[in-house]
């Protein structure tokens, strides 16, 4: 199969989940006549989790024409239009921000003033550069409005979800099932591999044997075909990301549902906060070399107010890093079984929707053949380096020094070039978005993000007070740009009530 240049006619997804439904839909959408078939253990539960995503995981579901109505009721889903970052810096005015999504208003009329300001921040000015007056997202956010506005406003705004992994994943599974993928009940006891290398067929623990002409690898942290079969090598993030475990637990939801993920920085990691719609999901990242997994658990329900609470906690570990190649022979690895980065940024799914999606046009374009796999892993290790320094800049330019792992974060020297780079650019450049563009840096995040998140900290020299602005003039900017915001936010309906019409709809 490696080089046969013909269309398989028969696709092996190994392992359900999230990341294995994705896979089966994406394929069964694209390739109508191939035989898609995935093989799941009912013993290998779903984690269930209350999770998050970014705007990927609309893109996904508008390639295989499935609407919000259609799927987020089922999942308890609600809308997310960024994450808010609680404690991860204590200078003065910047203990929090809002880190929003895109949004087609932003570029035209708010992030020209954005980064005007925090130039002159930079340069010592006393102006107003943190993040969170300069973007409609954030104002939706602070006054629960969802993403969604009236057909009279002109434009579009991006927006994640929230929901339950494991009924999302009964969802894709009931709706690829729909579109003609076969699921098989079965535990894989067995890769057999082909004289010339590549996969031949799985063996399962009841004797019998599945064959197909390409593999998709969605077995988890335990890699079966990609690392375990395949011998496929393995980048660890270790050394750039200290978290390797979470514990997590659920708690009463609010009567008004947030259109946020919240982010809190506690002593050895981060605490997320996601509102489903019957519950709010809770968890906390941490390292285990810092701290053990009942100190964990207790600070996380210190953290909630729960600390009486009799609710079990589950706890997770997690292995932080990604493999060398992505596809290899007839195989193509999605999700845990390619590489995980801390899910910091909500980007699991984006990561195995682009993968998925990258891998079709690619294999398509070189006729069905490995003529751009090279390029192909080359893409997405990019996108995975790109994301690991983009959540590894949130801990190296930390503004704590409460604790050991705090200061081991802003310490740590295992930093890409690309991302001393980008620090520098903050630290000297006279136009940090332009000068990411000149010294090509435009990898996972635009310059925006990158923005958000060093002004959001309040990374900026001291103010100079023998420097002075135009006050009067600063400020009427300011006030014309919150009265702009404000009335585009009247083109949005609450939250709850989005969710309402929906499922009255």
Request: proline letters at 3%; hydrophobic letters at 40%; aromatic letters at 12%.
């Amino acid at each position: 199969m490696e080089n046969s240049g013909s269309k398989p006619q028969k696709v092996m997804i190994v392992g359900g989940g999230t990341a294995g439904w994705m896979a089966a839909n994406l394929l069964a959408n694209q390739w109508q006549d191939t035989d898609i078939i995935l093989v799941e253990s009912k013993d290998i539960g779903i984690i269930g989790v209350g999770e998050g995503s970014t705007p990927h995981l609309k893109l996904f579901f508008d390639a295989i024409g499935v609407a919000d109505s259609q799927w987020m009721p089922r999942c308890n889903a609600t809308y997310k239009n960024g994450i808010t970052f609680n404690k991860w810096s204590t200078v003065p005015d910047f203990e929090s921000y809002f880190h929003p999504f895109a949004a087609q208003i932003d570029d035209v009329f708010t992030v020209p003033l954005f980064f005007k300001n925090i130039q002159a921040r930079k340069q010592g000015y006393n102006v107003y550069a943190h993040p969170d007056k300069y973007f409609l997202e954030t104002y939706l956010s602070r006054n629960n409005l969802g993403p969604l506005p009236d057909e009279s406003f002109p434009f579009g705004i991006a927006y994640g979800y929230h929901f339950d992994s494991a009924l999302l994943g009964q969802f894709l599974a009931e709706y690829a099932q729909s579109k003609g993928v076969t699921r098989i009940e079965g535990k894989v006891t067995e890769v057999l591999v082909n004289q010339d290398g590549n996969l031949g067929a799985l063996k399962l623990a009841d004797g019998s044997q599945l064959q197909a002409d390409f593999f998709i690898d969605c077995s988890g942290f335990d890699s079966l075909l990609m690392q375990q079969t395949l011998k496929v090598g393995y980048q660890s993030f270790k050394d750039n990301l200290f978290n390797d475990a979470a514990v997590v637990m659920p708690s009463e939801i609010s009567r008004e549902l947030p259109v946020e993920t919240k982010s809190t920085a506690l002593t050895n990691g981060w605490a997320w906060q996601i509102p489903l719609r019957n519950r709010f999901g809770n968890g906390y990242v941490y390292s285990s070399d810092y701290i053990d997994a009942n100190q964990a658990e207790t600070e996380l329900r210190q953290h909630l107010g729960l600390l009486d609470n009799q609710l079990e906690a589950r706890h997770l570990t997690m292995k932080v890093g990604r493999v060398d190649k992505h596809w290899h022979k007839n195989c193509l690895a999605v999700g845990l079984s390619q590489g995980f980065i801390e899910p910091l940024e909500a980007t699991a799914i984006a990561l195995s929707f682009n993968t998925v999606a990258q891998f079709i046009q690619y294999f398509q374009q070189g006729q069905f053949s490995n003529q751009y796999e090279a390029a192909f892993n080359q893409d997405i290790n990019a996108r995975f380096d790109g994301i690991r320094d983009y959540i590894v800049c949130h801990y190296k330019a930390n503004q704590r020094a409460d604790s050991q792992y705090w200061r081991d974060n802003a310490a740590n020297k295992h930093i890409s070039d690309t991302l001393s780079q980008i620090l520098t650019l903050w630290q000297h450049s006279q136009d940090f978005a332009a000068d990411m563009v000149k010294h090509k840096l435009m990898g996972s995040y635009q310059p925006k993000s990158w923005a958000c998140m060093l002004a959001g900290y309040g990374v900026f020299p001291k103010i100079n007070k023998d420097q002075s602005i135009d006050y009067f003039a600063h400020h009427h900017e300011i006030d014309t740009l919150n009265d702009f915001i404000r009335r585009c936010g009247l083109n949005f309906k609450q939250h709850n009530e989005l969710l309402t019409q929906m499922e009255q709809s």
